[in-house]
């Protein structure tokens, strides 16, 4: 079935939200040249050539289809509809019901934010107290950094009163959502491969964007400000703050803390004062495995599956930014060559500037043995019927779902006891490798930093869920 929904929604099919929400695709070249940027009202017409790839290319923001009865919606597709592997109307139900269950679970979470959206407190929303404007969100105070001109992550709600700096730690669509071309309430402050992400696919103004080096220090409204690698996906930054007053803050966007961060000078030389923390997973029950090891089980299982049957083709799910070192520890390791995936992706690829990523991929499915396909892509029947239209050039599917949310609690971190789900010549190993601190991570990071007051950005909407993250805090700062 098709799922209609707005480019808002559309964090519905993945973990981290991811680049869905396009709403308008212009080329980079038309947003070079304009001036002044367009009004709100100037939807274009027509998808530029990158934007019509971007949804028509294969991946997940492609399944995303403009519908033009509907103004300014997006419906999902089917993907084995769009290559015409697929009639319409048999689309794959489980992997329909899956969108279906995570749709109302998001829809649920969005409704216990509204309160905190709206500028309303909690029991006031409970009450059943509504905002007096509902259509102009106003920005919560968890993306506002006081004593500052400054916000964080905040682009969906216009122009923010008193905000000169707009920074963004990264670009996944839960962080950037509401940037498009037609941006122009201030500049965007980031890592060079967020800009260039930013320009080429969602054609924001080059005006508008300014491209910070992390690790050198910049003078910005009278604040020193750093970023430094979050560990996250490529691009992603910490964003460490100096106020003239001598207050320092750390906002850590979305991150996975490592023993390495805790020798970074500048946080060894300045006492943090508010930590801006993603607490993603702070809670005890997540704890998994470094990122290496899940790497090295990824290539061991590979190596083990082709051995026993050389023609399996191999599959990683992805977003269209994150999780590529597992793709390229498979190639690179048993040297399995050439990559497919789609242009869109590859053109993403190439703009990070990595050189073992050159050379490295194709665009024919046929001739590749290993292959990169959306995250949501990834089940028994869609593989199942993939693997039908390769004319025998492989007679088996491994396939990888590397997500932080496929662990499970019995796995805990021995990785050996993952069971894959298999079924005809498809086995899919859901994998945990995360781009988010596990619990014990957050802690090592909190009990290094020693804030003097830490803000969570993630999974705070409800005062329970808070006042147990201030408990585990309180806890990790007294010992
Ligand atoms: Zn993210």
């Not at 500048?266 to 993603?280: P, R």
């Not at 290993?370 to 396939?399: C, D, I, M, W």
């Not at 290094?448 to 990790?476: C, H, Y």
Request: proline residues 4%; positive net charge; glycine residues 6%.
């Amino acid at each position: 079935m098709d799922l209609e929904i707005t480019a808002e929604d559309s964090t519905f099919f993945c973990e981290d939200g991811d680049e869905n929400g396009l709403l308008n695709g212009s080329s980079s070249d038309e947003a070079e040249s304009t001036s002044e940027p367009r009004s709100g009202n100037d939807r274009p017409n027509m998808l530029s050539e990158f934007a019509s790839e971007f949804y028509s290319g294969g991946s997940d923001y492609s399944s995303l289809m403009g519908n033009k009865k509907k103004n300014g919606l997006f419906v999902q597709k089917n993907l084995l509809q769009m290559w015409g592997i697929e009639k319409s109307g048999a689309a794959d139900s489980s992997e329909s019901r899956v969108s279906m269950e995570n749709r109302k679970r998001k829809k649920s979470e969005n409704e216990k934010e509204q309160w905190a959206v709206f500028g309303l407190n909690q029991k006031e929303f409970e009450k059943g107290k509504k905002p007096a404007i509902v259509q102009s969100r106003s920005c919560p105070f968890y993306k506002k950094i006081p004593g500052t001109p400054f916000t964080v992550d905040a682009f969906r709600y216009g122009a923010i009163e008193g905000c000169s700096a707009y920074f963004l730690s990264h670009f996944h669509y839960d962080h950037y959502g509401g940037l498009s071309k037609r941006w122009c309430h201030g500049p965007i402050y980031c890592t060079s491969i967020t800009a260039r992400l930013l320009n080429i696919c969602l054609s924001v103004n080059k005006r508008y964007i300014c491209a910070l080096e992390l690790d050198k220090e910049y003078e910005i409204e009278g604040v020193k400000v750093m970023l430094i690698e979050a560990n996250h996906c490529p691009g992603a930054a910490l964003i460490h703050l100096r106020l003239r007053d001598g207050r320092t803050y750390l906002h850590t966007g979305d991150f996975r803390a490592s023993k390495s961060m805790q020798s970074h000078p500048i946080l060894l030389s300045y006492h943090v004062n508010v930590l801006y923390l993603d607490t993603t997973y702070c809670n005890p029950k997540y704890r998994f495995p470094s990122k290496e090891e899940v790497i090295d089980f990824v290539v061991r299982t590979t190596r083990k599956y082709l051995q026993k049957q050389p023609k399996t083709l191999i599959v990683v799910g992805a977003y269209s930014i994150g999780k590529e070192r597992v793709y390229l520890a498979i190639s690179q390791s048993l040297q399995i060559l050439p990559i497919y995936t789609d242009a869109s992706r590859r053109r993403i690829l190439e703009s990070f500037g990595w050189s073992e990523l050159s050379g490295r991929f194709s665009n024919s499915r046929h001739s590749s043995p290993l292959h990169v396909l959306p995250l949501s892509f990834l089940g028994l029947e869609n593989l199942n019927k993939y693997l039908e239209t390769l004319n025998q050039r492989f007679n088996a599917v491994l396939a990888f779902r590397p997500t932080g949310w496929t662990f499970s609690e019995a796995t805990g971190s021995k990785l050996d006891m993952i069971k894959p789900t298999s079924r005809g010549n498809v086995t899919i190993f859901g994998v945990p490798y995360s781009e988010h601190s596990s619990f014990n991570e957050l802690r090592d990071f909190v009990k290094f930093l020693r804030p003097e007051k830490i803000i969570p950005t993630v999974n705070a909407s409800s005062s329970g869920s808070r006042d147990k993250m201030q408990a585990l805090f309180n806890n990790w700062l007294k010992s």
